[in-house]
Every structure is written in structure tokens, then in C-alpha cells.
């Protein structure tokens, strides 16, 4: 959550900052700020609001002209999303000024201590002490004096703090909140998040909890927290910045949508070898894998879904139990894990602040863990034992799409990969889940072209206010998804239910009108969804039936209906998706919602 940005050249920096923010404007959009050194003089901007906001404030004033400066976009965590609680802070001197990512734990003990002192706060945040730190202990040395204020903090900071005496100069810190350096050519960058900086360079540097990074136009010094140099390699982004862009579409989900076949393709294809599957990242042995009497899912939100999905696969397969848990309880449930206990993490972002959590409980308790993870270099990908990235390029949406199907295609992989492993399957079986496995990127190609009349769908029905999403087994799993996509990106009341369980009470609910969404994919339990949708009409729903292709009594049934391609029942789900998520798209669209940036929402909760 909070994007931030900081920037260090011979350019102007005003036009860098704003770009910069737009492009992590995904992260917060309550409010933002910049702070740039003019003439030796720190200048401020901020406004709730968007970003085009603070473009219209800085617009409407004299121009900021200068060649140092940070920026921040806000999600509220303490104090409301107002102009003074937007970042950046500035010292009471007027010397510094910071922008933070994250949470300070301890700022209610440092803030009595500084207005003790005599510090004055102008704002409600936890970030604010911060900078009055620094001034605090400066006596001349920058960077002693970030190094002395990292010392005082406790909880999670990506931190880029500027000093008007040294305006050449930016130094960022990082503790357990993403933070990215970006090398360029006579200049240097940072940012939250490597979108940011990838249309001016691909050379970055991927700090790690415990490291500051002074920054000048010439180059970068990287530093532990005993204040020793550290080296550390320089890596590549992979994606062209047009990956990060809308490329001609109304919204970035709408083109997240779109790009699933590729992104599946990427996923998928290169760990597909000789006719098996070949997960080259990790370490996890087979004698290992044959000793795992459990495996624990853990996530948060779609990924937390995506674990759902991935459960029935991995079981059916394998026939080791799986257990699909939500992070944000795992920690405090007591868990029973153990060294036989394989537990995967998943996560878009990697940076989860609940999902993270509950890996570190895992690995203290003692269970070997595996992060199913996009963003590379995430904290959730450095600390996990083994990682396995979904390859599915940037996801700037706040509502995932592409992030989730590819997690499940992973999981489907992992599935094959473990009961080859385990002796489950023989070489004929694992030869035909793989070659489905292969078809997946066209399936959800042709899930696209089948439901060309989702838009028509949409208008006719975004004027519900609460609705229903049935369905059995990995149809349940695919519900649960859906019907989040739909809640968060339209605002309309839905639930996911299990289609059996509706009549254990809550199909008093069930009243002439209320659009029930039946997905009866799965075709062995399909007589029974069959039954479940005669008792919701039988009480005036109507029904928006979701069924695989040429399935047509389903289609009898129903007043509407959305067509699923034909292929293994283990894999349906991931395809079954497709339509939901356009589905949610127009509702949205319909009504006139901010889709990519939902309220209240943003990309990345960084915290618990
Ligand atoms: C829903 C959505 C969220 C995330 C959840 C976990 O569309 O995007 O529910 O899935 O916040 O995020 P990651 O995967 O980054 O850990």
C-alpha cells in the first residue's frame, strides 16, 4: 500500500514524481504529495484526492523546478485522507522532508517524546515522527542521521527521505516494505514498486530489509545498518514499459483480462519438458515430497481463492489432503504443522503483510514452504524456501485477473509434478493432464470469444443489488472468485454458495427477481446443480446459468447462459473464471464504478 518515488539527476524532477505516481497510483489514491529541493529550498505540494489532483495543484503555482525530489500516493492507515495527512512530511526546520510506505509501530512513544522536546505535528500519521527524528539527530551527516532515526523505529518502512543542505542527494531505507533503486545514466531512481522506474531504466537494484541506499546522479552506496558498504548486483527488468500501459483498452483490467492467454502461455509453456513437468526454481526434493502427509494453502483474498481452486486438483491427484486457509487467521489459530507439512504461500504482490505473517509462523513452527508468487524479488519471495513465479507481467488493476489464473495454473502444474513424484500417476496419465495442461492458454482464449454477449448481460442485469453465485466442487471454488470480482469492482452485494448449502437457510433469501448465477461446470455433479436451480426458480430467481459448451439443458433451464470450452473437469475452473471476471467487468462499467481503482481498495495490503 502508498506508492513511492524519488528521483536524482540533471532532469527536472516535477514531471518524474508525477509520472512516477501516476504509474503507482494502483498502490493508494486517497491523496499525494511531492517534495522537490528548489535553489536549496525544500518545496511541498499535496492533495487528497488523486493524482490528477496534485497535477492540478502543481500546475496552478509558481513551476517546481529542481533536480532532487520524492513523491508519495497515499492509502490511509492513521488519519484521514486530507491534505495535511498527505506525504510528504517536513521537519519544522524546513530542511527535510520524507515520504513512507508502511507502518511505524512505536510512533505513539516517539511522538510524546518529540512534542516533549518541542517538536510541533501537523499531521495525524505515524510517519510524521520521522522526519522531526531527523532533525533531530542531524548534525551535519545525512546519512548518520537516517541511519540513527532506522534505529528508533520499529514496524515496516520503504522510506526516501531529501535534506535541503545536501541537494544532490536521496537516501532511501528499507524494512519489510518493498523498496527498488533504479541505476540510470547520471541519475538515480527509487520507488515501491519497479513500474515506476522502467520507462527510464531497467537496471535495478532490489534492496533487503536492513539496507540504506544513498543515492546521487552518479551513482548509488548501499549500506547495512552497522553503517557497512554492501555490494549488490544490478538485475534487469524483463518487460517493456508498454506492459505497465493500457495499450488502447478503457481500464487495466479489461487488458488483464485480455492478456491471460499470453500470461498462461508464459506460465505454463517453458515448464512443460520431454512430458513432464520441470519446476527448475525450486529445491524441493522428492524424498522430501514423499515424506509430506499435508499441505497448507495460505493467502489472502483472490490468491487465498486461487488455493481453493488449486485444492481440489492437488487432492484428486496426489491424494495428500490439502487445506486451503486464510493467512490473516492462520497465525493466531494455533496451528497444527510440522516438518511433514508442506505449506504454499501465495501472493500476487509478495508483499502481503498477512500472508507474510503467516509464512513466518510456518517457518518458526518448523514446516518447509513453498511461495507461489508474481512480483519478483518480493519479501514473500525471498523468504519463503522455494519460490515459483506465475510470470505473469505486471498486474496493475487492483482487482487481480491474470494474477489469479496463473496462480492456479501453477498450482495445476505443482499438482502433476507431485503425483509424478508420488507414484500417483502413470507416464500415460501424466502425458494427458499435461497435454490439457498445454491447452489451457486457448481454452481461456476461446472462453473470451465464446461470451461475446457478456456486455448485452451486463446492461441487463447490473441493476441488482444483491445476488447470488451457486455452484459444487471446483465449480464452488470458481464462485468464490466470481462472486468477489463482481463485490469489489461494482459495489453489488454477492454471495458464494455452495450450491447444497443454500437450502440449510439461506435460501429464505431467494425471493422473484434475484439473480442467481449457477455454474455447472463440473459434469458429474451436474443433475444435482441441476436440482439446485429448479429450487431457486421454483422460488422467482432468475438463474444465469454458467455451463461447459454444448451443454444444452442447462441452458433450458436458465434464462441466460454462459458458455465454458469443453476440457479436464481437473482444470475447468481456472477457464470457468473468464467470463465472471468480464461479467464483473461491465457490471462495473454499468454502473459507472472507478474499475480499476475500486474505493477503498488498493493494490498490495502491506497491512495486517
Ligand atoms: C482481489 C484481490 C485481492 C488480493 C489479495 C491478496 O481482486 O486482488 O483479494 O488477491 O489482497 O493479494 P496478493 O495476491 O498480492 O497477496
Redesign the pocket.
Known amino acids: 500500500m502508498c506508492g513511492i518515488v524519488g528521483y536524482t539527476g540533471n532532469e527536472n524532477v516535477t514531471p518524474i514524481l508525477l509520472n512516477g505516481l501516476k504509474k503507482l497510483e494502483y498502490r493508494g489514491y486517497d491523496s499525494a504529495g511531492i517534495a522537490v529541493i528548489n535553489e536549496g529550498k525544500l518545496e511541498l505540494v499535496k492533495s487528497s484526492g488523486m493524482i490528477s489532483a496534485l497535477c492540478e495543484k502543481v500546475e496552478n503555482r509558481p513551476a517546481m523546478k529542481g533536480t532532487t525530489g520524492i513523491g508519495h500516493t497515499r492509502w490511509a492507515t492513521h488519519g484521514a485522507p486530507t491534505d495535511q495527512n498527505a506525504h510528504p512530511h517536513m521537519s519544522n526546520d524546513g530542511r527535510f522532508a520524507i515520504v513512507h510506505n508502511g507502518i511505524i509501530e512505536n510512533y505513539v512513544d516517539l511522538r510524546e517524546e518529540l512534542i516533549q522536546c518541542g517538536f510541533t505535528f501537523l499531521s495525524e500519521t505515524d510517519t510524521e515522527v520521522i522526519v522531526h527524528l531527523l532533525e533531530m539527530y542531524y548534525k551535519g551527516n545525512f546519512r548518520a542521521a537516517v541511519m540513527k532515526v532506522a534505529s528508533r523505529l520499529e514496524g515496516s518502512y520503504g522510506l526516501g527521505c531529501i535534506c535541503s543542505d545536501h541537494p544532490d542527494t536521496v537516501i532511501a531505507v528499507k524494512e519489510a516494505s518493498p523498496l527498488i533503486i533504479g541505476v540510470g545514466a547520471g541519475e538515480t531512481f527509487f520507488a515501491s514498486d519497479v513500474t515506476a522506474l522502467v520507462s527510464y531504466t531497467k537496471n535495478v537494484i532490489y534492496l533487503d530489509d536492513g539496507e540504506l541506499c544513498e543515492m546521487t546522479p552518479s551513482g548509488v552506496s548501499i549500506y547495512d545498518f552497522a553503517g557497512r558498504r554492501i555490494e549488490k548486483p544490478v538485475s534487469r527488468v524483463v518487460w517493456d514499459i508498454e506492459a505497465a500501459e493500457k495499450g488502447g483498452y478503457d481500464h487495466f483490467m479489461l487488458k488483464e483480462i485480455m492478456e491471460q492467454p499470453r500470461a498462461l502461455k508464459t506460465a505454463i509453456d517453458h515448464r512443460i519438458k520431454d512430458g513432464r513437468v520441470v519446476l527448475d526454481d525450486i529445491s524441493l526434493t522428492p524424498d522430501y515430497l514423499k515424506t509430506v502427509n499435508k499441505i497448507v494453502i495460505l493467502?489472502?483474498?483472490?490468491?487465498?481463492?486461487?488455493g481453493c481452486a488449486g485444492k481440489y486438483t492437488i487432492e484428486a491427484l496426489t491424494r495428500v489432503p490439502v487445506f486451503a486457509e486464510l493467512?490473516s487467521e492462520f497465525r493466531y489459530s494455533n496451528p497444527i504443522i510440522d516438518e511433514k507439512t508442506l505449506v504454499i504461500v501465495?501472493?500476487?504482490?509478495?508483499?502481503?503483510a498477512?500472508?507474510i505473517a503467516a509464512l513466518k509462523e510456518a517457518k518458526s513452527i518448523g514446516a518447509r514452504t513453498l511461495a507461489i508468487?508474481?512480483?519478483v524479488a518480493s519479501t514473500?519471495a525471498k523468504l519463503a524456501d522455494d519460490v515459483i513465479y506465475t510470470r505473469a507481467g505486471p498486474e496493475i488493476?487492483?482487482?487481480?485477473?491474470k494474477?489469479?489464473t496463473t496462480?492456479v495454473a501453477v498450482l495445476y502444474l505443482f499438482a502433476v509434478y507431485m503425483a509424478d513424484i508420488l507414484g500417483k500417476i502413470d507416464s500415460a496419465e501424466r502425458m494427458r493432464l499435461l497435454s490439457e495442461i498445454e491447452k489451457i492458454p486457448s481454452m481461456v482464449q476461446r472462453a473470451i470469444d465464446l461470451n461475446r454477449h457478456i456486455p448485452y448481460l451486463a446492461s441487463k442485469y447490473y441493476k441488482n443489488t444483491s445476488l447470488f453465485f451457486i455452484g459444487r466442487n471446483t465449480d464452488y471454488a470458481a464462485c468464490l472468485?466470481g462472486s468477489?470480482?463482481l463485490k469489489?469492482?461494482s459495489y453489488i452485494h454477492s454471495e458464494a454458495y455452495a450450491a447444497g448449502e443454500l437450502k440449510h437457510g439461506t435460501i429464505t433469501l431467494i425471493e422473484p427477481g434475484r439473480l442467481v448465477i449457477a455454474l455447472a461446470c463440473c459434469e458429474r455433479l451436474f443433475d444435482k446443480m441441476l436440482s439446485n436451480i429448479k429450487e431457486v426458480k421454483a422460488r422467482g430467481a432468475k438463474v444465469l446459468g454458467v455451463a461447459l459448451e454444448g451443454n444444452l439443458r442447462i441452458f433450458a433451464e436458465t434464462d441466460d447462459g454462459i458458455s465454458v470450452p469443453r476440457f479436464d473437469p481437473l482444470f475447468c475452473s481456472l477457464a470457468e473464471v473468464i467470463p465472471l471476471q468480464i461479467f464483473a467487468y461491465y457490471v462495473a462499467k454499468e454502473n459507472g464504478c472507478d474499475i480499476d481503482k475500486p474505493k477503498n481498495?488498493a493494490?498490495?495490503?502491506t497491512v495486517e
Open positions: 493467502a489472502c483474498g483472490s490468491a487465498y481463492y486461487a493467512a501465495i501472493s500476487q504482490s509478495g508483499e502481503t498477512d500472508t508468487v508474481n512480483v514473500i488493476a487492483v482487482a487481480t485477473t494474477g489469479y496462480q472468485e468477489l470480482k469489489e469492482i481498495l493494490k498490495s495490503v
